[in-house]
């Protein structure tokens, strides 16, 4: 998808530099520029005069755009620290559950032994004979 969009930038950049170009070759007779409450008066060459309002509004209509955007980009930083907040929790939390699962499953293979270790003794008990009863001595 970049691929295109930097294609597509091109084809609208070109025209426009071209137009420009264009502009400027053919608009190079100079204008007189006054601002009212100033008291001087500047000669310049129109596609200067003219081109350079573009350049001025597009400029300080970045800045607007930029200056209305900061909440948007004052919310994306606190999610953005919450969601650190977040994951390092989830991260704390499984590692609790590995370490109590791993617990668990000692616990329960040291059951499993206890449970085989009795079983095994009970039926080493039940397998040996008896022995004979030694009468008592009166």
């Given amino acids: 998808m ?15 530099a071209a137009l420009a170009i264009s502009f400027a070759v053919s608009n190079r007779d100079s204008v007189v520029l006054t601002i009212w409450p100033l008291p001087f008066s500047i000669a310049v060459p129109l596609y200067l005069a003219v081109l ?8 300080v ?5 930029w200056a209305n955007q900061h909440r ?15 994951s390092a929790e989830v991260k704390r939390y499984r590692e609790r559950d590995a370490r109590v ?4 499953a000692r616990a329960e293979e040291a059951a499993r032994r206890h449970a085989a270790a009795t079983a095994s003794a009970e039926a080493a008990r039940l397998e040996r004979p008896a022995e004979p009863a030694v009468p008592a001595i009166r």
């Fill in 72 to 86: 948007y980009r004052r919310d994306a930083r606190r999610h953005a620290e919450r969601l650190r907040e977040l």
């Fill in 2 to 16: 970049p691929k295109i969009l930097r294609y597509l930038s091109w084809i609208i950049t070109i025209p426009i």
């Fill in 52 to 59: 350079g309002t573009f350049v001025l509004g597009f400029l």
């Fill in 61 to 65: 209509g970045g800045v607007v755009a």
């Fill in 101 to 104: 699962r791993e617990e668990a």
